[in-house]
């Protein structure tokens, strides 16, 4: 920008070395755009802007503030008050009218601007001084820029152009994911991507720590439920019965399974107890343990698809938006898969609880431990402290009471089935708590880590060309450093060529 007749256009014609249209009292007419390339011979052209773009130039210093994109220029230094030379201006000695009139030709104009700086008083002393000066100062700010728009272009990442580029950036985000999970199901901590779990944020992506507290919570679940009630009904007649340690309150147990026993003997002898009844309660009481053991699969999943979900936002790139939309879908896809698989393997081991089995050798020593210990505090209960003198009649009435005696049969085998009931069923509990978490881990964990791997890693190069396709944005951005990054890198090579060979360096 500056005054009419200031040299305006001289200075776009020292830069280009083309020529602009003059007259007695103007030389251009209209805002200009000029459009060069480096080339082997000298080459450019120009073109008249439109006018509304010639209004951008009255607000340059609005977005210049720091003029980085300004620089101040003296035209006609010759006609400079003398003492005004030092100033901070850039110099140019252009032609004049009347060299454009006396037909001086570009060389002999460049010829001339040597002379008029090499032989000024002033501009003599001013001008090595000031390259010596500045130069390192330009070289300085175009290696900073350098610098930063290789690290926005290295941050940014490859374009993806190439089918292999595409293969080896999916094939590093699936094995870094892939290596993530199988950290945060095995309670390896260690990468940052676990540090973030603290309670500064809502979420925690240690999974296998949130697990174990879940396989307690479980457990305590299903010690909880070690009462039977509401037994199957038969005849119209509702079974209810409690298998606790045989005291005083199991009396009125112990007589409804007394009926039911004798309401559902069929050609069993009554000198053995009923296997039938007894697989029966037991089955109750097993089927109990459905709900806990569904709630601790919803659980693990949950784990896996929160985990895992902020696994893959924090291995994947932001401009990659449609991968960042396709691992989701696919990981929701086949841990619904997974888990219905799972589901099914929960019913077939619930199913198999239902026939009575175990190898634990410590089943007789209970099931003789829980028969006689109710019988030896009921006896001690009768000596007075210090006497051994006890009443006869109330003897015999607790030997009754534990199927010794008068009682009959039924009354016997309702006292065995019960005992034997309460043993079985703490065996069988202490099984299953150990047993259900690691076949979860068997079935829901570990293969919904190997379906993962198979379904992450079978994508054609066609969806990768569709899932790795960059934004225009992200397309134009890379362009545009690109061209930057090309342009700093000559403007480097070209002043350090004329600040080295100036001899400045010595």
């Not at 490859?158 to 199988?182: E, H, I, P």
């Not at 008068?406 to 016997?412: P, S, T």
């Not at 403007?491 to 010595?506: A, D, N, Q, R, W």
């Amino acid at each position: 920008m500056g005054d009419t007749s200031i040299g305006k256009s001289s200075v776009l014609f020292a830069i280009s070395g083309i020529e602009f249209p003059s007259s007695d009292t103007l030389t251009t007419r209209s805002p200009t755009q000029i459009v060069l390339s480096e080339a082997d011979k000298f080459s450019g052209t120009s073109s008249a802007m439109k006018a509304n773009q010639s209004a951008m130039l009255l607000v340059s210093l609005k977005y210049a503030v720091e003029g980085e994109r300004t620089i101040a220029i003296i035209t006609k230094p010759d006609a400079i008050d003398p003492g005004a030379e030092r100033s901070v201006y850039h110099a140019v000695r252009c032609r004049g009218k009347k060299h454009h009139d006396d037909k001086m030709t570009i060389p002999e104009g460049l010829a001339m601007k040597r002379d008029f700086f090499h032989n000024h008083k002033v501009w003599k002393s001013v001008a090595p001084s000031y390259v010596d000066y500045s130069l390192p100062i330009v070289l300085k700010e175009i290696m900073d820029k350098l610098l930063k728009r290789e690290e926005s272009l290295e941050q940014l990442g490859s374009g993806m152009n190439t089918a292999q580029d595409r293969r080896l950036f999916y094939s590093s985000f699936v094995s870094a994911a892939l290596q993530l999970m199988k950290d945060a199901l095995q309670g390896d901590y260690a990468d940052f991507f676990f540090a973030i779990s603290t309670s500064a944020v809502d979420w925690d992506n240690r999974a296998k720590a949130i697990i174990c507290k879940h396989d307690a919570k479980f457990q305590q679940e299903v010690d909880s439920r070690r009462s039977v009630t509401g037994l199957p009904r038969e005849n119209g007649h509702a079974r209810i019965c409690r298998v606790e340690a045989l005291e005083d309150k199991d009396i009125k147990c112990l007589g409804i399974m007394h009926k039911q026993i004798v309401d559902n003997r069929g050609d069993e002898l009554s000198i053995f107890p009923s296997y039938k009844l007894f697989c029966s309660l037991m089955r109750e009481y097993i089927q109990k343990w459905d709900a806990p053991m569904k709630t601790l699969l919803t659980s693990y999943a949950h784990v896996c698809q929160d985990v895992f979900s902020r696994l893959l936002r924090y291995c994947g790139d932001e401009k990659f938006s449609r991968l960042n939309e396709h691992s989701p879908m696919v990981l929701d896809q086949w841990l619904k898969t997974v888990r219905a698989a799972t589901n099914r393997v929960i019913a077939e081991s619930l199913h198999a609880e239902y026939r009575p089995f175990t190898m634990n050798p410590a089943i007789y020593e209970n099931l003789m431990k829980l028969r006689n210990e109710p019988l030896k505090r009921a006896l001690e209960g009768l000596t007075a402290k210090g006497c051994r003198e006890v009443n006869l009649d109330a003897v015999l009435a607790i030997l009754a009471m534990n199927g010794i005696g008068a009682q009959g049969d039924d009354h016997r085998e309702a006292l065995e089935l019960h005992v034997a009931l309460k043993v079985y069923l703490e065996v069988a509990k202490n099984r299953v708590v150990d047993k259900f978490p690691m076949l979860l881990q068997e079935h829901f964990v570990c293969k919904l880590l190997g379906t993962l791997q198979i379904q992450f890693a079978s994508i054609s190069n066609e969806q990768l060309e569709v899932l790795l396709r960059e934004s225009k944005a992200a397309q134009n951005y890379r362009h545009q450093l690109g061209s930057e990054l090309e342009s700093l890198k000559a403007g480097e090579k070209e002043i350090s060529s004329m600040y080295y060979s100036s001899g400045s360096s010595e």
